[in-house]
């Protein structure tokens, strides 16, 4: 009986993991694409992205056009460096 329990256990704690990778994905692609888009023509493209990143994996979004529109998204907006200037390209 033990088994059986043992087995239900480790399937479905397989089906819970892999639908949170696929989530992990999904929101990893959708940041990817809004900050290639945000950072087209970015001088630093790789610095740029990384930072856009980061915003938007912590904020769910990103501002539309490659520079301004950041009351579009405010979490994006208010994020500050440790110097208290704006993180988010």
């Known amino acids: 009986m033990k088994m059986v329990q043992a087995t239900v256990f480790l399937l479905a704690f397989l089906i819970v993991s892999s ?4 989530l992990t994905i999904a929101e990893s692609s959708f940041c ?25 994996d912590k904020c769910k979004c990103v501002p539309s056009g490659t520079y301004g529109n950041k009351h579009e998204c405010p979490c994006y907006r208010d994020l ?9 390209p």
Do not use: E, F
């Not at 945000?38 to 915003?55: E, F, P, T, V």
């Open 32 to 56: 990817g694409s809004k900050c290639s888009a945000r950072c087209s023509k970015a001088g630093m493209k790789d610095r740029c992205i990384k930072y856009c990143q980061i915003c938007c």
């Open 19 to 22: 639908s949170l990778l696929d």
């Open 80 to 88: 500050k460096n440790s110097k208290g200037k704006p993180k988010c």
